[in-house]
């Protein structure tokens, strides 16, 4: 009762905080996780076809910050110079933000931070790892300029699925992973927006999803790919699938009001003395 009592003490603070904040500026959000996210649509044999949907086009309201830290218009492939080993192609971000504009005009301007990077595992996105710090540090660029980190838009797990092992431990990995994130960004209730896997590097396709379809922390939404068209490498989301997925997660994300979702699996709260002090806070701010 009483801890319950607390978690809704701080999330009403927070939400209230994030409702001040609402200012003019960029609503920023971070793309993580692997080559999904960072879009291998229209990519064939290690080379893009060059197709743009319309859904995906360029809009003078979203931007997309550089490797080299710098806020430009925003057009596919979002992730070329982050994820610059492989050919990429469409992904879901510019999707998101056209949808999330058509929405809502009141969000202002959209800054997309792209951050995945194909074939990379949960274990390299541990805290302290290249892709983790490179990560928070490109949050932290974004928001120096003026804006709020609205959300994390994260699709992984691909290359989870080759062992038992990994796919069994890919649960704790990933909440441990949001928890640091959300920490470490000083975002205690930040909205994520997970994908729940389409296609998989290995046989454990099945379990991975289990854990991510199972995975309830407050401020967690997951969006289901499976069934959405793959490339012929029966691995990567077709342009149109990315689309699709991209307007899926503007469906998801939570407007106006992000809805708590408080279960078990949510553990202790990242600072008990604020949330003590929240709490205090709260009833204080009840008594008048
Ligand atoms: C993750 O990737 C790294 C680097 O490629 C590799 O050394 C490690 O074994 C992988 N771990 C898992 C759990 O697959």
Request: hydrophobic share 45%; charged share 15%; glycine share 8%.
């Amino acid at each position: 009762m009483l801890p319950s009592l607390f978690v809704y003490a701080y999330l009403s603070i927070s939400s209230a905080i994030t409702l001040v904040n609402a200012d003019a500026g960029k609503a920023i959000f971070l793309l993580a996780g692997q080559s999904n996210m960072a879009g291998r649509g229209g990519v064939v044999n290690d080379k893009w076809d060059g197709y743009v949907p319309p859904q995906s086009s360029p809009n003078p309201a979203i931007l997309r910050l550089s490797a080299d830290l710098n806020w430009q218009p925003a057009t596919e492939p979002l992730h070329r110079d982050i994820d610059y080993f492989r050919a990429c192609g469409v992904g879901p971000g510019m999707a998101f933000a056209n949808s999330l504009l058509r929405q809502d005009s009141s969000i202002g301007t959209v800054g997309l931070v792209p951050c995945a990077v194909g074939g990379t595992n949960i274990t390299e996105w541990a805290r302290g790892g290249q892709l983790y710090n490179q990560l928070i540090r490109r949050a932290e660029a974004a928001v120096a300029g003026g804006g709020a980190i609205k959300g994390l838009l994260w699709y992984q797990g691909e290359s989870d699925t080759v062992n038992r092992e990994d796919a069994e431990l890919y649960q704790r990995r990933l909440e441990r992973f949001f928890d640091h994130v959300r920490h470490d960004l000083v975002l205690p209730a930040l909205p994520i927006i997970q994908v729940a896997l389409a296609s998989g590097a290995g046989p454990y396709i099945e379990r991975v999803r289990e854990a991510q379809l199972g995975t309830w922390l407050v401020n967690l939404r997951t969006v289901d790919a499976m069934g959405l068209r793959l490339e012929p490498d029966r691995l990567h989301l077709t342009t149109t699938s990315q689309v699709t997925l991209g307007e899926m997660l503007a469906q998801a994300f939570p407007r106006d009001h992000p809805s708590p979702i408080i279960s078990q699996a949510s553990r202790t709260p990242p600072n008990f003395i604020y949330i003590f002090f929240c709490f205090l806070f709260f009833i204080y701010s009840n008594l008048f």
